[in-house]
């Protein structure tokens, strides 16, 4: 099975060629399932998210997608009395869903909030009832792959272009250890890395993707993943794009013991 993970699409500033490669270039890979890992627009107007639902409906297979904060209405009244109104409308009504394949059991969370206790609402944050909804959603898994989808990184790389701040990391993370849960995809830093954390014996991977189309780039160029799961093994492609299409930068493979 083949989940290609794509994140801060930022429709609004987005930059059209590319967005044409990766059309062409799902069209032609093939993957069976397209994880959006949140930030689909830059600026949350009806105008940016039309446009990505055409994009999306461009594409020939299924997309699960959760938002980022940038789906969130700035400075505007319907970010306090319906913050996720435009979401829902034109991209999906679950903002925190769940999808059970024979290999691969994905489950995803929303961490933008419409306020924080923090000069900085961009952070994100994770509650005591979303920590419920995992371990549920995880407690009758069947498949081999546990993946998990937020748009906040739980993890830091050891070169960050953005300082992040989740609040009650140390939950999820106990959490996401609890449950074994086996891949973390996130997005936000618009900075793609691969970091593995070894906890009683399990390991889980925390795959970044960069921004795949936006045209707010910070060290790496646009770019996404590609994960191909067997049974027992994953590996995880870092697309970057270079002379106008997307091309394997790094590979890394990881078999289940
Ligand atoms: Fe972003
Ligand atoms: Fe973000």
């Known amino acids: 099975m083949k989940i290609a993970h794509i994140s801060d699409l930022h429709f609004g500033s987005l930059s059209r060629p590319v967005s044409e490669v990766l059309i062409r270039h799902f069209q032609a890979d093939k993957p069976d399932l397209v994880v959006v890992s949140g930030d689909i627009t830059q600026d949350a107007t009806c105008s940016e998210f039309e446009e990505a639902r055409a994009f999306f409906d461009l594409l020939p297979m299924p997309v699960f997608c959760i938002p980022g904060n940038h789906d969130l209405p700035g400075m505007d009244m319907e970010r306090f009395y319906d913050p996720w109104g435009r979401y829902k409308r034109f991209i999906a009504e679950d903002l925190e869903p769940e999808l059970k394949t024979d290999l691969v059991h994905l489950k995803g969370i929303n ?10 609402w961009a952070n994100g944050s994770v509650s005591q009832r979303q920590c419920r909804d995992i371990q549920r959603s995880y407690a009758d898994a069947t498949a081999p792959w546990r993946v998990f989808v937020m748009h906040h990184p739980v993890m830091n790389a050891r070169e960050m272009p953005l300082q992040v701040s989740l609040f009650n990391r140390n939950r999820l993370l106990k959490c996401l250890d609890d449950v074994r849960v086996d891949i973390v995809l996130a997005g936000h830093q618009h900075h793609a890395y691969v970091e593995n954390r070894l906890t009683g014996g399990h390991t889980t ?53």
């Open 205 to 257: 991977i925390f795959v970044n993707a960069s921004t795949t189309t936006s045209l707010r780039i910070r060290r790496q160029p646009n770019g996404f993943n590609m994960l191909n799961f067997t049974d027992k093994a994953v590996r995880i492609d870092r697309m970057e794009l270079k002379d106008e299409a997307f091309h394997i930068y790094e590979a890394v493979t990881h078999t289940k013991v």
């Open 111 to 120: 961490t933008a909030r419409r306020v924080l206790a923090h000069w900085n």
